[in-house]
């Protein structure tokens, strides 16, 4: 990750951050400065011999770029990629392999029963995994609901503070729940996605990144 010491960079930061988009700046071997925009994140990698100036002014001309197009990416990530568990991989008789906590389990069920299965796995862990984090958070939910949400991992209610999460997260590794656990209660602390609330999910989960990357269907498999 290029190291963000200017402050055109930590402005393109800042109005992507409000955009709710992480900006990522990687050097590799190519030859011209390519943007990439995902859900949520937008890649940049650089020819490993180039000027700090040159970085900073391409990424500064596709900042409102990369915000006027976000919308429409995360329509079409809704559309093809955001897909619920039990809508990938089907066999010939309609049943998923089942995934429980990022790994295949050695039977098969229908959705009807691996919503109820998810949704007791979920309930079985909540309780350790909100105690684990609320005090490194620093907030506190006053409830906690399951739902079965098909386009978002979790929500947040933060006048009630009440938090949901999806009966879909147990297919997905363990850490993948913690993290949409801090990162609702750290909008506890934060409404919106500022860059003061990514500060806090930072700060209380420093390898948040790469279960994000995981449930925005960045990576390849699960591991």
């Known amino acids: 990750m290029l190291q963000d010491k200017t402050s055109i960079l930590t402005d393109a930061k800042a109005r992507l951050a409000q955009a709710g988009i992480e900006l990522h700046v990687t050097k590799n071997h190519v030859k011209n400065i390519n943007f990439r925009l995902k859900p949520h994140t937008l890649m940049v990698s650089v020819p490993r011999v180039i000027s700090t100036a040159q970085i900073e002014q391409a990424i500064a001309k596709r900042v409102p770029w990369a915000i006027a197009n976000h919308a429409q990416v995360l329509e079409q990530y809704k559309r093809k990629q955001h897909r619920s568990p039990d809508a990938l991989n089907k066999d010939s008789n309609n049943h998923s392999p089942l995934l429980l906590w990022g790994c295949a389990q050695p039977f098969v069920l229908n959705h009807d029963e691996t919503m109820a299965y998810y949704r ?29 949400m098909h386009t978002r991992w979790g929500s947040c209610n933060t006048r009630a503070r009440r938090i949901w999460l999806s009966t879909y997260l147990p297919a997905y590794p363990l850490e993948c729940t913690e993290y949409v656990i801090v990162h609702e209660l750290c909008h506890l602390h934060q409404a919106n996605h500022s860059p003061a609330f990514w500060q806090a999910v930072a700060t209380a989960m420093p390898d948040y990144q790469r279960w994000h990357h995981i449930l925005a269907g960045k990576t390849g498999q699960l591991d």
Do not use: H, M, T, Y
């Open 120 to 148: 007791q796995q979920l309930a079985d862990v909540i309780p350790a995994l909100f105690e684990k984090w609320q005090p490194v958070v620093g907030a506190s939910a006053n409830e906690i609901r399951l739902k079965k």
